[in-house]
């Protein structure tokens, strides 16, 4: 094979996972070609706000991509608290001196996360082909195409505000069965969603619930409205590199399957499979060193959370306005002695576990 053609090294999907392995490769002299089957960056996801967690690392998540080589040429701003709604308890405030999530926006919009990779892929010298959905390629291939199932599902609104900037949290099994719902607000504009593990079916009646909760609250106007829902997939697999493909971000069940928080995960696992390319590592020993234990302690939490329903939310709600909100969730984002004596339990009830 002629070198040229040794370099190219084609990626399906522009998501967060596909980008970053993009500008990772092409950093490295490699010649990344992205195929996405939409007409642009972040069409999957609807000009909403997520988070960008902070708590799961020692590090906090901004240096992390700088030193896996990503700029923050996107909106990204951190928000230090906010507050939160558990049953049966008034509604407690929750302050941090370390950021606990960086807001940033998907979709398309230029101060989006997926635009801001976008264009640094392009400058890297990456090539993004829009409009081909690709299911399998010559040479090696990145599969970075994101969830193939729901095992949560997502029903939100965007809208414009004059309210100020706010981040509220909602454990309530009436607007989020074994979920949570979330407001967050940022220079005008706004993005409310509950996120709903059981009893899909009656979506729109949770989320009609949620719009009820927070118009009360919060008394905020809410104009130029646009729906959105979304969905993610969790699963576990031996390999994610076999037949000349390396799969990354949800592709390949990677997301925390407590809250979904999925996007720290993406991040990585593009990263890791650039690098196990460059260098010529294993990309199944990579992931499983720094991705697997706490996709297991996701997990965990995941069975632990269903298992206390309102008691536990009430308890997790009382921790995180104690004072130290990121200890708090890195201890328990994090393989413990206990919550791995607790796995072989959660493996058993949530069989996630795919064979290839
Ligand atoms: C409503 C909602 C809210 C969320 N909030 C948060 C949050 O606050 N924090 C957080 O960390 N995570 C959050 N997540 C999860 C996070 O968005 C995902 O985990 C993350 O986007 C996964 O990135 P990815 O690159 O693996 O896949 P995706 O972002 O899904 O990208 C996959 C891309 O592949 C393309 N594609 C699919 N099939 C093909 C094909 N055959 N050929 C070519 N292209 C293809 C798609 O068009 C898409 O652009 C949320 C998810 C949803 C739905």
Redesign the pocket.
């Known amino acids: 094979m002629n070198s040229k053609l040794e370099n190219q090294i084609n990626i ?8 970053t392995a993009a500008i990772v490769l092409a950093k490295y002299g490699y010649k990344p070609k992205v ?4 007409p642009c ?6 000009g ?6 902070n708590w799961s690392s020692d590090k906090d998540i901004t240096m992390l991509l700088k030193d896996i080589g990503i700029d923050i040429n996107f909106l990204c701003i951190p928000y230090h608290g906010g507050d939160i709604y558990a049953p049966r308890i008034a509604p407690l405030k929750i302050k941090s001196e370390r950021p606990i ?1 960086y807001l940033v926006k ?1 979709g398309a919009a230029n101060n989006s996360l ?1 635009n801001g990779l976008k264009e640094q892929a392009v400058c890297w010298g990456g090539e993004i082909v829009f409009n ?4 399998s390629c010559e040479g090696k291939t990145i599969i ?4 193939k199932r729901a095992d949560f599902i ?1 029903a ?1 609104v965007t809208f414009d505000t004059g309210a100020e900037n706010l981040a509220s949290v909602l454990f309530n099994d009436e607007i989020a069965p074994k979920g949570y719902a979330y407001l967050l607000i940022n220079d005008g504009f706004g993005t409310m ?1 509950t ?1 709903i593990y059981k009893d899909f079916k009656n979506t729109k009646k949770y989320f009609k619930n949620l719009v009820n909760f927070f118009q009360n609250e919060k008394n905020i106007d809410i104009k130029n409205e646009k729906r ?5 997939n969790f699963f576990i697999r031996d390999t994610n590199a076999f037949d000349k493909k390396i799969y ?4 390949a069940g ?3 399957y407590l809250w ?7 991040i990585i696992s ?1 990263y890791l499979a650039a690098m196990s390319i460059i260098t010529g590592s294993d990309y199944d020993s990579l992931w499983k060193k720094e991705v697997k234990p706490m996709l297991e302690t996701s997990l965990v939490n995941r069975y632990l959370i269903e298992k206390f329903g309102d008691f536990g939310y009430s308890y997790i709600a009382k921790k995180f306005a104690e004072g130290n909100p990121c200890n708090f969730l890195k201890r328990n984002y994090n393989l413990s002695f206990l919550k791995s004596f607790l796995l072989p339990i959660a493996k058993k009830r949530y069989k996630i576990y795919e064979n290839i």
């Open positions: 399906a999907g522009a998501g967060p996972a596909g980008l195929y996405d089957m939409s960056v972040g069409h999957r996801m609807n909403d706000f997520q988070g960008l967690e999530f998907r997926d081909r959905r690709i299911e970075a195409t994101g969830p997502a939100g969603a996120v959105f829902g979304g969905f993610g990354v971000g949800e592709s990677f997301q925390d979904g928080f999925g996007l720290r995960y993406a593009g």
